[in-house]
């Protein structure tokens, strides 16, 4: 069973850094579409980027030039690096991941095209 875990979440303030990680655990036979998702209260989740082993990196035009998704397939992890936060970047972060979907990775956009899901890690922006 693939199980998704989050970590690295913070409170910062505007114009620093964060780096998240998701640590993808269970046979994926590297065959995997990795996403990032944000979601704030009473809001919709937001896709912020997606990925493969065969996909460059997608961003949505709000996070592009400032956030970095990278895979590690040697440890299975996921990473997102985010630079220049803003307030607004303020939402608890998801990885998600749809197994046998790497070469249709880059147009994974909507929640409903992932079924594994993290349990989520908040990020704070402060101005």
């Known amino acids: 069973q693939v199980q998704l875990v989050e970590s690295g979440g913070d409170s910062v303030q505007a114009g620093g850094s964060l780096k998240l990680s998701c640590v993808v655990s269970?046979?994926?036979?590297?065959?995997?579409?990795m996403g990032w998702f944000r979601q704030v209260p009473g809001n919709n989740r937001e896709w912020v980027s997606a990925i493969s082993s065969v996909s460059p990196p997608t961003y949505a035009d709000s996070v592009k030039g400032r956030f970095t998704s990278s895979l590690d397939n040697a440890t299975n992890t996921l990473y997102l690096q985010m630079n220049d936060l803003k307030p607004e970047d303020t939402a608890t972060y998801y990885c998600?991941?749809?197994?046998?979907?790497?070469?249709?990775?880059?147009?994974?956009?909507?929640?409903?095209?992932?079924?594994?899901w993290g349990q989520g890690t908040q990020v704070s922006v402060s101005s």
């Open positions: 269970g046979d994926t036979s590297g065959n995997i579409c």
């Open positions: 998600a991941a749809e197994v046998g979907a790497r070469y249709t990775c880059m147009r994974r956009r909507r929640p409903a095209y992932f079924t594994l």
